[in-house]
């Protein structure tokens, strides 16, 4: 059943840290995509992720080029503040691939207008809210994808 996070150039190494957590407890598997914003070895991910990363299925790729080659048949939703379709509207299916951008500002604007038929957001109720935390948005829709498919 595993699904796939992907984080495309994660900056905060807490927000990893708790995802590879997510990753394992949920039988997912974690790709990174580089450049980070912190280095593997930094204590505050290690902390996040406690012992636990050592046991991940864990990827990295160099760049988006290189994720993207490796992975060029894979089934890829991508999320995103942008996309005009809920989280619960995605079709979820066994080692489907869900993409999230870096905390900051997202997806790369030229991966958004590529993929706009495969672009969902999670609703934000709220006017004064812009964007949820990476990790928590990353387990919203993780945990709907294994609703889903179980």
Do not use: C
Not at 17 to 23: D, E, M, P, Q, W
Not at 80 to 98: K, P, R, T, V, Y
């Amino acid at each position: 059943m595993p699904l796939n996070i992907v984080l495309i150039e994660p900056e905060i190494p807490n927000n990893t840290g708790n995802i590879g957590r997510l990753a394992l407890a949920s039988g997912s598997n974690l790709h990174l995509v580089k450049p980070f914003g912190f280095e593997i070895t930094d204590a505050r991910l290690k902390r996040a992720g406690l012992d636990y990363w050592q046991h991940l299925n864990l990827h990295y790729y160099e760049n988006l080029e290189e994720f993207f080659s490796k992975n060029k048949d894979a089934n890829m939703v991508f999320l995103s503040s942008h996309g005009e379709s809920n989280h619960w509207d995605i079709s979820f299916e066994n080692n489907m691939f869900l993409v999230f951008g870096k905390e900051s500002v997202g997806l790369p604007k030229a991966l958004l207008e590529k993929q706009e038929n495969k672009l969902f957001k999670i609703p934000l109720y709220s006017n004064h809210v812009r964007s949820l935390n990476l990790a928590n948005a990353v387990s919203i829709v993780v945990y709907e994808g294994i609703r889903q498919i179980t």
